[in-house]
């Protein structure tokens, strides 16, 4: 087929997904469109599938065990299995999961991008000891280009605005601007220039044009993720080495002003910008609320896998070939930062349908897919 073919082809494809406005109630649809047309991913390890493997850093995991339990094996995940990402393209109704943006190529990003990349922040020296990383200024220029190449798909400008306009953008970003930047006094000066306080305000406001950006870009249906805290043993305990014998409730309040920031920021930019909708996605009460569960049997205090520093100033990451074990599906932690599959699903379900008024602000991905 020629090259005229095929975008004729998506054209069409766009023009009938465009017209669908299909209700769901069940969250896996047999031979169903997607809720929206596109999905774009925006963030850090937590959705990171592969951006990371060619860069030179230490920061990255295509290697097992990660991957063990993911179909299609080894990919850049740092989890054994799916991210919230994968789910949550599960629940939107995709039939596959979104291509890194290292890989993605030709008509499959009309169907989404994911730019997530391991040790990225809002800040642009976040994660930089640890080697090169795509920070959410990088990944903001790489959705640049690839807006540049639906208009271009599309024919012009305003086809493709409209089309964006109906998509979902997921941005989690941010636990990094704290464990791979404030709280790592020895490395980065952050924590000397700012308070907490400081820090949480000047991080909001850059995080506030960041997504302004966003929307200039066509975005007008946006999940923002708020941060969890530590909560794997080794993890807080190498956090620590690093601050007071308080810095557990040190980093609880500092985190806390950061989050507490991004509703108020929401609510903002959907009052301010034309046609948008940005909601707040409170992970840390959804992590909370399921982890303190009656039902919930799963380790939370160690990792499945044997940890190793693997160059990083913090133990992290799973040692290559190392010791994995082999009851995944009880433990909620994969390494000593990255929950499980297991622990995923059960994080997405309630970020894509709330079960909580607190879960989201002013309502979920579910509802926001529809609009």
């Known amino acids: 087929m020629a090259c005229s073919g095929k975008i004729a082809s998506w054209k069409l494809l766009i023009v009938f997904l465009l017209a669908s406005n299909s209700q769901h109630d069940d969250f ?22 592969g951006n990371n493997n060619n860069l030179n850093t230490t920061i990255k995991v295509k290697y097992l065990p990660y991957g063990i339990d993911f179909p299609e094996g080894v990919t850049g995940r740092f989890t054994n299995g799916r991210t919230p990402m994968d789910f949550l ?8 999961y979104i ?44 959705h640049k280009t690839t807006v540049s190449r639906i208009i271009k798909m599309l024919g012009n400008r305003e086809l493709a605005m409209e089309y964006l306009s109906k998509c979902i953008y997921a941005v989690a970003i941010g636990s990094n601007d704290y464990f791979n930047n404030y709280f790592i006094p020895v490395i980065y000066p952050t924590h000397a220039q700012f308070t907490t306080s400081q820090y949480a305000t000047v991080l ?11 929307h200039k870009y066509g975005a007008r249906k946006v999940a923002v993720y708020g941060q969890d805290m530590p909560r794997c ?22 985190i806390t002003l950061f989050n507490d920031g991004l ?21 840390i009460g959804i992590t909370t609320s399921i982890f303190n569960s009656q039902g919930f049997n799963k380790d939370i205090n160690f990792p499945c896998c044997q940890v190793t520093d693997a160059g990083n100033i913090i133990p992290l990451n799973c040692k290559r070939d190392g ?28 970020t894509y349908r709330a079960e909580s008024p607190t879960d989201s602000y002013p309502f979920d991905i579910e509802h926001l897919a529809k609009l």
């Open 28 to 49: 896996y649809y047999a031979d169903a469109k997607p809720q929206v047309p596109c999905f774009f991913i925006f963030g850090d390890s937590m959705a990171d599938n």
């Open 99 to 142: 291509p890194p943006f290292a890989t993605a190529s030709g008509p499959e990003i009309l169907e989404g991008v994911n730019y997530a990349s391991g040790g990225a922040g809002i800040r642009n020296e976040t994660g930089q000891f640890s080697g090169d990383r795509m920070s959410m200024d990088r990944q903001l220029e790489n």
């Open 233 to 254: 043993t080794i993890f807080k305990q190498s956090i620590c080495a690093f601050n007071t014998a308080s810095c557990l409730a040190y980093i609880t309040d500092a």
């Open 263 to 283: 509703k108020p920021m929401v609510a903002g930019l959907s009052h301010s910008l034309p046609d948008a909708n940005f909601i707040f996605i409170n992970l």
């Open 204 to 214: 909001n406001q850059q995080f506030s044009q960041q997504l302004k950006t966003l």
């Open 323 to 350: 010791y994995v074990c082999s009851n995944r599906s009880r433990y909620a932690f994969f390494d000593a930062v990255h929950p499980t599959e297991a622990t995923y699903e059960l994080q997405t379900r309630r």
């Open 89 to 96: 393209a599960e629940f939107m109704g995709f039939d596959h």
